[in-house]
């Protein structure tokens, strides 16, 4: 059977049309999932929104009572007369949430590898692990104002021994799924342990370090915002329990609700960077 060869024209023209069918789909692709994603955020704000309404009809009906469940329009009107307050607070907060959040994923993150790399030292230490995950961090928070004082250390201590968990037993755990395929791989091409480490490890392990960077921001806030609570001359865990003493709903609702933008704006930063190290993923 003899294969008739197609002429160079013919053969031109149709990878120009695919190179333009792909092109189109790809547009088409981007414009619809550019949509969807506008279509969240506002169906996202109208839930807000509507949440906010609801809240508002009922206080005013009567079918909430003000005194424990407070309305949003008393609780922006706090807002905007204490700002000068509040801000000040959640400076101090939000500084030692920051700091105790950074020091403990970092070190949480090199532990894991360090640990996950020496099996020896793996099996050793994962029972002083496991004791030491099962403490309820915020029963620490006397013992750290005790050591420390009632100083912003104390909350920073608190939030690294928080966080510093929460990443090296995640991290951990995306080290113990790492293909032996791949590690066989770069044993093969005679890779050095950086190499393996920055062109395997580390990528492999990005999902699993972001997922304990998430948890983190949470419970760093959580830490911090205990710590407060317990005694503190400053701060929104300060405030929380200022209010509270007073019966001030509307002052408690307006701390929960900035606690709830700090932690939300920190999760999206880290949501974020994870999209950028991922990119090779969807290349």
Not at 47 to 74: D, H, I, K
Not at 95 to 109: D, H, M, N, P, V
Not at 166 to 195: E, N, R, Y
Request: aromatic letters at 10%; glycine letters at 6%.
């Amino acid at each position: 059977m003899t294969t008739v060869p197609l002429a160079p024209e013919i053969v031109g023209e149709g990878t120009v049309e695919l190179e333009q069918a792909i092109a189109a789909s790809w547009v088409k692709t981007t414009k619809e999932r550019r949509h969807r994603s506008l279509l969240v955020r506002v169906l996202q704000v109208a839930s807000v929104l509507a949440f906010l309404s609801l809240w508002e009809l009922f206080a005013a009906l009567g079918a909430l009572n003000p005194l424990f469940f407070s309305r949003p329009s008393a609780i922006g009107a706090f807002v905007v007369t204490n700002w000068t307050s509040l801000w000040s607070d959640t400076l101090v907060t939000l500084s030692a949430t920051l700091i105790g959040f950074a020091i403990g994923s970092i070190a949480g993150t090199a532990a894991a590898f360090a640990i996950s790399s020496i099996s020896l030292l793996d099996r050793v230490l994962q029972p002083w692990i496991s004791v030491l995950m099962s403490i309820p961090r915020v029963a620490l928070a006397p013992l750290f104002l005790l050591w420390f004082g009632i100083t912003q250390t104390s909350k920073i201590a608190l939030a690294i021994s928080i966080v510093f968990f929460m990443v090296l037993v995640t991290t951990a755990s995306g080290m113990k799924t790492v293909s032996p395929d791949l590690i066989s791989l770069t044993s093969a091409f005679h890779a050095s342990p950086w190499q393996r480490f920055r062109t395997v490890l580390v990528p492999w392990c990005v999902p699993a370090i972001m997922a304990g960077l998430r948890l983190g921001v949470v419970t760093a806030v959580l830490g911090v915002v205990s710590s407060e609570i317990v005694a503190s001359s400053s701060g929104l865990g300060q405030k929380i329990v200022l209010y509270g003493q007073n019966f001030n709903s509307a002052g408690v609702f307006a701390v929960l609700a900035l606690l709830a933008i700090i932690t939300t704006a920190m999760n999206a930063i880290i949501a974020w960077a994870e999209y950028l190290l991922l990119r090779w993923q969807r290349a």
